[in-house]
């Protein structure tokens, strides 16, 4: 995959086949529409193009707004790869974009800039200053640019439309299986496993600990049935995000257990994705509560992830961060 910061110095050559998003999550909708983008430009041997923008548009058109992203740009390129897309195109969401006519984006960008041909779109898709252009006005523009425009319903689960906004207020309030089905995957986080206070260890429960990481969207506090990553090969764990407020109250950290493993992970890298959510964080009055509660939530863990390995074989071997 050929990857292009900024526009081209020439437009792209042969039969460029576009679709045009900021594809943050990679979700069940934005895999419908990079399949169709590929499958049209393999029928007629042309060239599957993502143009895709940086930094998310929010943060231009609404300065000091923090903007927490479902993944990371080395997802997105990857996912990309994966699914068979030969140009990336990575443009500057600038407050020049921004203000460009509808008529002076497609001009300048999509006709001069890269020389489309075919570009596929979400039903709803918006664009052009002040997200005035509609898809009938990019069907009329592309016409004086000979391209043609081909839109693509959404995808729906439970009657509702598949969309990042959707999915991170799942993640956010804890309801990672139905974030996982937009997704087509269980959520993910990862980071370094940094020391800690072997308070886990103490009672029988070594956990590694994870900094949550910033501008991420961040699952609730609480308890989840989870997949531990180490060098692509996947654990069973029961994972907690909060502050451990049974002890002295702390930063807020991912802490996962590994089942069954006594590994050391100082300083290794872990990727966790998110199962199942179990229960809510809480504050226990002894130890022995706590612990109580623990064998409850790791046995609960085990049976969701038991169930899962049985009946999505395929996503467990998709979700592998080597895949």
Known sequence: MNITHGLPACPLPGFPVLTIGNFDGQHLGHQALVRAVVSSARK????PTVLTFTPHPVEVLRPGASHNYLSDSVDKQAFFQRLGI???IILPFTPELAALLPGQFVEQVLWHGLGIRKVFVGENFVFGKGRSGTIQDLRILGQEAQFSVEPISPVLIGQ???SSTRIRKCVMAGKVAEAAQCLGRPYRLGGQVIPGDRRGAQ???PTANIRLPVHRVLPADGIYATLAYIEG?????VSYIGKRSTFLEGERLL?????????????RELVVDFVEYIREDRTF?????LLKQMAQDGERAR?????????CPSILESSSPNA
Not at 233 to 237: A, I, K, T, Y
Request: hydrophobic share 50%; charged share 20%.
């Open 44 to 47: 007629i041997k042309g060239v």
């Open 86 to 88: 030969a140009e990336l």
């Open 160 to 162: 509702e439309i598949v």
């Open 203 to 205: 009672i029988g429960w």
């Open 233 to 237: 090969m996947p654990h069973c764990s």
């Open 255 to 267: 802490e996962v257990h590994i089942f069954d493993r006594d590994l050391h992970l100082y300083g």
């Open 285 to 289: 009055s002894s130890v022995e509560a």
């Open 303 to 311: 049976a969701i992830l038991a169930a899962y390995e049985a009946f």
